[in-house]
């Protein structure tokens, strides 16, 4: 393992022990009307940094949230996790996955968040990817890393989702994945996702 894998390991294990989501102070709710029935935020996530933002992110626009889960999971040893995944980013190979939504007919935008991973998105992603139609509906990406970003994960979930628009995407720094509100209602104004006062 590289200095580099390991200073993000690290930094991306004291953000996933942060316990609590904060709220960003001084960040102002838009004042366009909720319309959170036709959203999902869906999410990966193997150390709770991703899903920090999720719920947040979830908290303030509505709809429903929903989780890829890794089936098996990944090694808890974090050097065979590494390891493994390493391997099937280099091969794209399959690595199988649960979902707790089954038919994205309902929504119309899809809100997808997931960890980097090697520089893109784990497997498990692009199995829910593969496995479900996007076309016709609106994709608001965000990650979390330890810095690296989103690299080409737009590019690749635009290639992957035929028929979708994949908007411009969020991306967190898993050291401030608890810290990230005003970031990220920014960015959902951005791209014109309507929020709700905090409540
Ligand atoms: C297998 C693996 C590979 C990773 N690869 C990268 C990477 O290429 N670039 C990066 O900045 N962070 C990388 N990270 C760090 C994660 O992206 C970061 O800790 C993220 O916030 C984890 O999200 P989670 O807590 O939702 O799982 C990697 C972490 C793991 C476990």
Avoid at 11 to 38: N, R, V, Y
Avoid at 91 to 111: M, N, P, W
Avoid at 145 to 166: D, I, N
């Amino acid at each position: 393992m590289t200095g580099k894998t390991v200073s993000f390991l690290s930094l991306a294990a004291t953000a996933a022990l942060a316990a609590t989501f904060a709220l960003a102070s001084g960040a102002a709710a838009q004042t366009a009307p909720a319309s959170g029935e036709d959203i999902l935020v869906l999410y990966y996530s193997d150390s709770g940094n991703t899903k920090a933002v999720a719920e947040y992110i979830h908290s303030r626009v509505g709809g429903d949230i929903a989780q890829i889960v890794a089936d098996p999971p990944y090694p808890q040893d974090r050097t065979q996790k590494t390891e493994l995944a390493k391997t099937e980013q280099s091969e794209h190979a399959s690595h199988g996955f649960s979902a707790s939504v089954q038919d994205l007919s309902k929504y119309r935008t899809i809100i997808i968040g997931y960890p980097i991973w090697w520089g893109d998105m784990p497997m498990p992603v692009y199995g829910f990817l593969e496995a479900n139609d996007f076309s016709g509906k609106t994709v608001a990406p965000f990650c979390t890393s330890g810095g690296s970003g989103l690299g080409e994960t737009v590019t690749k979930l635009q290639s992957s989702l035929s028929g979708a628009k994949v908007l411009d995407g969020l991306g967190v720094r898993a050291a401030d994945a608890a810290n990230s509100g005003e970031a990220a209602l920014k960015w959902l104004g951005d791209s014109g996702i309507a929020v709700r006062d905090a409540g």
